[in-house]
Structure formats: structure tokens, C-alpha cells
Nanobody, 127 residues
């Protein structure tokens, strides 16, 4: 079993920055591919960014390319999402997720590929 705890959410003005963190426990972090999802009110949960077990392959949704950066520190059992140039449409609950089954260089992109989920952290961007 893997426990995931997100932190770093909050209220920020448009154009500002936030850094989300996800701390994992219960399984070697190097054996997990990780993803950041978000869900806005009335919308489906969507993958924002993902990173492979090795940390060498990343994925970004088109809506965040060039603004968000995902990273993974296997030694610290932690994953991060650096968000810059935030827009009101980035407002959502952000979830950390982990997948234990993917190949080392692959980034799972479907919600149902992820085995473990955190409780979420709210990000609100004001205009």
C-alpha cells in the first residue's frame, strides 16, 4: 500500500507561481510512476503532468506546457509540480497519483492506470 500526501496549494493571483509537493510512503519511490491530476467543479479529473519511474520521461497536458514543471526525487520519496504563469482556469483540486505497474520509461496517461491517490490540495487562481 502507498500513502500519498499533497501540500503547497493555496490562493494566488493570476500570473503568480505555486509549488505543489507530494510525499509518498509505503513503497520504494523509484518503483512508482507519478502523476498530477486536477479536477475543477463540474469537470472530469484530468492528467496535468506525469513522470516515469526513472524520472527521465515526462508528460504535460497542452494547457500547461511551458508553464508547469514536474519533477521527482527518488531519494526523498517526493514529487513536485512547479506552476508558473497561473491562470484562473488552473483553479482546481490537484491530486497526486502513483502507478506501480508501468514500464520504467513510460508515463501512464489514463486515470485508471494509477493505483494510488492522495486526498488533493486546492489551488485557486484569482483574476
Amino acid at each position: 500500500q502507498v500513502q500519498l500526501v499533497e501540500s503547497g496549494g493555496g490562493l494566488v493571483q493570476a500570473g503568480g507561481s505555486l509549488r505543489l509537493s507530494c510525499a509518498a510512503s509505503g513503497r520504494p519511490f523509484s518503483g512508482l510512476a507519478m502523476g498530477w491530476f486536477r479536477q475543477a467543479p463540474g469537470k472530469e479529473r484530468e492528467l496535468v503532468a506525469g513522470i516515469s519511474k526513472t524520472g527521465t520521461t515526462t508528460y504535460y497536458a497542452d494547457s500547461v506546457k511551458g508553464r508547469f514543471t514536474i519533477s521527482k526525487d527518488n531519494a526523498k520519496n517526493s514529487m513536485y509540480l512547479q506552476m508558473a504563469g497561473l491562470k484562473p482556469e488552473d483553479t482546481a483540486v490537484y491530486y497526486c497519483a502513483a502507478d506501480r505497474s508501468s514500464a520504467p520509461l513510460n508515463v501512464p496517461t489514463a486515470n485508471d492506470e494509477y493505483d494510488y491517490w492522495g486526498q488533493g490540495t486546492q489551488v485557486t487562481v484569482s483574476s
